[in-house]
């Protein structure tokens, strides 16, 4: 005859605690099967990161993926080896933990793919919850807007070598980002219709941009490829951005980087004129608020925005508005 299966209850010294507590754990247990909750598995965080690259490969950018390892990698370094240990106060500790050494920004990138992962967790059965549901992220600083005036940037193109030049020129009169450009190939340049397709972008959807002439220019002195070659073949993205910021060292212009030329063109766009949701269109971004830290460019956009009212209101202020 085999004997009785024992439960040991942590924190229960007499036979009603126990009783208590093995009532309470049954009667969570129930209104978990009630709910159709399945209990957490035994899965560590390292299997479950593993699972979770392989599911992204095929989802995100190469680039995006080769930062993906080390984000995972600290992650897995600063949490508990099971996964299912996890808990919300687990996340905040790692936040202010984190927040003490490196950037919000990186936190919150960290954060992005930790609560993407055990969103994913939770569809696989593996997990019940997502503790990092919801956390606090440290506040981004606003954001960086340096750009260049037309005498910085012909400089940076004069000293520039040669190689550098096209994609320098492309990125200040479009504004595409610089996986964007590097992405683009010659199938996606429609020159009859002046309009490039831009298939990697951000936020994974096509974007079409109308090409300026300046960037009809750029594009004309490159050497065309097949329809599936890249327009910038040969350039590679860190180089790119290596070489991009010796030149504006060379010039004395120390807080500037690739990216600054994508500032350049946005906010040459809106000191000329261009409406804040245009430049957003063609900048690509997924909302308002993200081209509003080019609004002060444009000091007197709202001045000439709000004067629209006046024609409406003309004749309507005659009555009961005389100051005597």
Partial sequence: ??????RKLAGAHTRTQALEMLGAIRTQEDKARILGIRPA??????????????????????????????????????LPEQAKAITKR???????????????????????VLKHCLKLAVEWGELNQNPAAGARLPQLPPGKTRYLTPGELKAALELAPEWLRAPMAFAACTGVRRGEMLALKWMDVDVKNRRLYLRETKNGALRILPIPESALTVLRSLPEGAAGDT?????????????????????????ASFHTLRHTAASWLVQQGVDLYAVGQILGHKTPRMTQRYAHLSPDYMA?????????????????????
């Avoid at 005859?1 to 024992?6: E, N």
């Avoid at 599911?55 to 995100?60: D, E, G, L």
């Avoid at 040969?234 to 060292?249: E, M």
Wanted: hydrophobic share 35%; with cysteine; glycine share 8%.
């Fill in 304 to 324: 000439a925005s709000v004067g629209k009212l006046d024609g409406i209101m003309s004749g309507m202020l005659t009555v009961g508005c005389d100051p005597s």
């Fill in 231 to 255: 327009v910038f073949a040969g350039v590679d993205p860190d180089h790119l951005s290596v070489y991009t910021k010796r030149v504006f060292a060379r010039l004395g212009i120390h807080d």
């Fill in 41 to 78: 598995t035994e899965i560590t965080l390292s299997d479950l990161f593993d699972r979770y690259k392989k599911h992204q490969r095929a989802r995100i950018r190469p680039t995006t993926f080769a930062r993906l390892g080390g984000i995972l990698d600290t992650l897995k370094a600063n």
């Fill in 1 to 6: 005859m085999g004997k009785r299966a024992r």
């Fill in 90 to 112: 687990t996340i905040a500790e790692y936040i202010d933990k984190r927040a003490e050494s490196v950037k919000p920004g990186t936190v919150c990138k960290e954060m992005s």
